[in-house]
């Protein structure tokens, strides 16, 4: 399966990479190392490579079809990027953009793109390098970001982005496209169109959000950052290391995942691979994983 149809909406999965990345123990560390093995099943081979005990992961876009318009939802890593804070993701040569046009798009038919968040795997396709600069990648686009995202990680206000996992990023990937005047900044909530609306969900970071799809009789929720791993379904109160506010991201996992099971919504976290959306259910004081919905990728 390439694409589904919800509502009026046609959802394509675009990947730019997937596979191991971290040691489950330190991507969580106050997960109990029992529920690896018990949810075994589950996470192997998709989500887990237990030969290694390595979280794995997709970097993907969520490409959407609504009401005549060309949505991307986040967009990976990028290419040819000084990342000196990861050594997988330093100066990648990856083909996304031919991933995309596979999928019936090239980057002059792009009408909107929406960082969920400001992290580095989400905003990595924004730009590109022509003639030795950074200029947008999708030059028709309007670039939707979370106001408090914008301040946060720009480094003029926070001298915590040296050295760290976003160090370089607001200067390659967000700058680039603000001083072309193509950022559009936004806080609380935000109406794109009457399928579709960007909600704050602070606590991985301050300005991290999702994308909630109401069309006819179909829900979805385009997660973002709001879990790693589908173990956060069965264990919600535990994070990720990345986690800025542990006690928000409980809090607001807890909330939408209580959502998408009261909504049948669909779930398509940003980083599932192989087995990448979801729907969820009530159970007991939390939540397990009611059905599977696989798609395939470009």
């Given at each position: 399966?390439?694409?589904?149809?919800?509502?009026?909406?046609?959802?394509?999965?675009?990947?730019?990479?997937?596979?191991?990345?971290?040691?489950?123990?330190?991507?969580?560390?106050?997960?109990?190392?029992?529920?690896?093995?018990?949810?075994?099943?589950?996470?192997?081979?998709?989500?887990?490579?237990?030969?290694?005990?390595?979280?794995?992961?997709?970097?993907?876009?969520?490409?959407?079809?609504?009401?005549?318009?060309?949505?991307?939802?986040?967009?990976?890593?990028?290419?040819?990027?000084?990342?000196?804070?990861?050594?997988?993701?330093?100066?990648?040569?990856?083909?996304?953009?031919?991933?995309?046009?596979?999928?019936?798009?090239?980057?002059?038919?792009?009408?909107?793109?929406?960082?969920?968040?400001?992290?580095?795997?989400?905003?990595?396709?924004?730009?590109?390098?022509?003639?030795?600069?950074?200029?947008?990648?999708?030059?028709?686009?309007?670039?939707?970001?979370?106001?408090?995202?914008?301040?946060?990680?720009?480094?003029?206000?926070?001298?915590?982005?040296?050295?760290?996992?976003?160090?370089?990023?607001?200067?390659?990937?967000?700058?680039p496209v603000h001083a072309a005047g193509q950022v559009?900044?936004?806080?609380?909530?935000?109406?794109?169109?009457?399928?579709?609306?960007?909600?704050?969900?602070?606590?991985?970071?301050?300005?991290?959000?999702?994308?909630?799809?109401?069309?006819?009789?179909?829900?979805?929720?385009?997660?973002?950052?709001?879990?790693?791993?589908?173990?956060?379904?069965?264990?919600?109160?535990?994070?990720?290391?990345?986690?800025?506010?542990?006690?928000?991201?409980?809090?607001?996992?807890?909330?939408?995942?209580?959502?998408?099971?009261?909504?049948?919504?669909?779930?398509?976290?940003?980083?599932?691979?192989?087995?990448?959306?979801?729907?969820?259910?009530?159970?007991?004081?939390?939540?397990?994983?009611?059905?599977?919905?696989?798609?395939?990728?470009?």
């Amino acid at each position: 399966m390439n694409e589904i149809k919800l509502g009026d909406v046609t959802i394509t999965r675009v990947e730019e990479t997937h596979g191991p990345i971290m040691p489950a123990a330190q991507f969580f560390p106050d997960l109990p190392a029992p529920a690896w093995q018990e949810h075994h099943a589950t996470l192997v081979p998709d989500h887990l490579d237990d030969q290694n005990d390595l979280v794995k992961v997709a970097m993907q876009t969520w490409l959407l079809r609504s009401e005549g318009r060309t949505i991307l939802i986040d967009t990976g890593v990028g290419n040819g990027k000084s990342r000196p804070a990861v050594d997988a993701w330093d100066h990648l040569e990856l083909d996304y953009l031919g991933n995309l046009e596979r999928a019936g798009v090239r980057p002059e038919d792009v009408d909107l793109v929406v960082n969920t968040h400001l992290h580095v795997d989400h905003v990595g396709w924004n730009t590109r390098l022509v003639d030795g600069a950074w200029v947008p990648t999708f030059p028709n686009a309007t670039y939707l970001m979370p106001k408090a995202d914008f301040e946060f990680f720009n480094p003029a206000t926070n001298s915590g982005m040296a050295g760290g996992v976003n160090e370089n990023v607001f200067e390659d990937s967000v700058t680039p496209v603000h001083a072309a005047g193509q950022v559009q900044l936004w806080e609380g909530s935000h109406l794109i169109d009457t399928n579709l609306r960007l909600e704050s969900a602070p606590g991985h970071t301050p300005g991290s959000s999702v994308v909630v799809l109401s069309s006819g009789n179909d829900n979805a929720l385009f997660a973002g950052d709001l879990m790693h791993t589908p173990l956060q379904v069965t264990h919600p109160d535990h994070n990720s290391c990345f986690c800025v506010d542990p006690v928000q991201s409980r809090a607001t996992r807890r909330r939408l995942l209580g959502w998408a099971a009261d909504t049948t919504a669909l779930v398509l976290p940003a980083h599932f691979s192989g087995h990448s959306a979801l729907e969820v259910e009530h159970r007991g004081d939390g939540f397990a994983i009611k059905n599977w919905a696989p798609f395939s990728r470009y």
